[in-house]
């Protein structure tokens, strides 16, 4: 079944390839400097690194996967705090892996769009984007899983052009405040000290389940998910996180 789903996903991905293409590689704009984002008081474009909220809840995400190794790794630790996750998805990787994907979807955690191949899309033709999004999205669909309309902008460089094309073509945009830094490989005691040391209520953190080897980031997962629990909280998806703000009242937009 995966052999023919895996099928039908690298057929359409191959339609979006050549549509991708179509949209050149070209640089439109000169962009802000990363690191420049608007104030919580901006557009809807804006970014959301973090949720005001009462809720005792905390994000957890996870970039640059599936990945077959670590992935079904940290779903099983996630499991076994009773917490869920939300997994910002590469498309070669979702290619690769689907069966990846149903893991996630089928824990409980939300599978979201982290473009196709992790390039910076800051700066670039809004067809680029656009293109880049969408292809991610079509393998996504094909795969039948529940679908989630936040993304994450690949190293979280963007600007408000790029901005502008994802907010419409229907998705809200997740940064994270709480930044692990696991790519640097810390000791997992360390990474987790640095969250728990900052960590508070509507916080989103950022986590990677791809992009290299993840055993110290799956060790540091169990501790920061101890640690919350001692202290009350709970780990949710991004989507539910959002969900306990008041409506009408917009969400920490912008804060770092």
Same mark, same amino acid.
Request: aromatic share 6%; net charge neutral.
């Given at each position: 079944m995966f052999m023919h789903l895996t099928r039908r996903v690298l057929t359409t991905a191959g339609i979006a390839s050549l549509l991708l293409l179509a949209a050149g590689t070209g640089l439109a704009r000169a962009g802000r400097k990363h690191g420049d984002m608007p104030p919580a008081s901006s557009s809807r474009n804006a970014s959301i690194w973090r949720v005001s909220t009462a809720a005792p809840d @905390?994000?957890?995400?996870?970039?640059?996967?599936?990945?077959?190794?670590?992935?079904?790794?940290?779903?099983?630790?996630?499991?076994?705090?009773?917490?869920v996750g939300t997994f910002f998805v590469l498309g070669m990787q979702v290619a690769r892996y689907p069966g990846v994907i149903r893991q996630e979807a089928t824990q409980g955690?939300?599978? $979201?769009?982290?473009g196709y191949s992790h390039r910076i899309l800051r700066g670039r033709a809004d067809a680029? @984007?656009?293109?880049? @999004?969408?292809?991610?999205?079509?393998?996504?669909d094909g795969l039948?899983?529940?679908? $989630?309309?936040?993304f994450r902008f690949p190293y979280l460089a963007s600007d408000a052009a790029s901005r502008s094309?994802?907010?419409h073509?229907?998705?809200r945009i997740i940064a994270a405040n709480v930044d692990t830094q696991d790519w640097r490989q810390p000791n997992p005691e360390k990474m987790?000290?640095?969250?728990? +040391?900052?960590?508070?209520?509507?916080?989103?953190?950022?986590?990677?389940?791809?992009?290299?080897?993840?055993s110290r980031t799956v060790q540091a997962l169990g501790l920061i998910l101890r640690g919350m629990a001692q202290r009350g909280l709970h780990a949710v998806t991004v989507s539910q996180l959002l969900?306990?703000?008041?409506? +009408?009242?917009?969400?920490?937009? +912008? %804060? %770092?």
């Open positions: @905390v994000a957890i995400t996870f970039d640059d996967g599936p990945d077959p190794m670590f992935t079904p790794r940290m779903l099983a630790v996630l499991n076994r705090f009773g917490a955690s939300e599978v $979201c769009n982290h680029f @984007v656009s293109g880049d @999004v969408r292809h991610t999205q079509i393998m996504l039948g899983v529940p679908r $989630c309309r936040l094309v994802v907010t073509l229907g998705y987790a000290a640095h969250v728990l +040391g900052r960590l508070r209520a509507g916080d989103i953190i950022l986590l990677h389940d791809g992009g290299g080897v993840r969900a306990t703000v008041p409506h +009408g009242r917009p969400p920490a937009a +912008g %804060e %770092e």
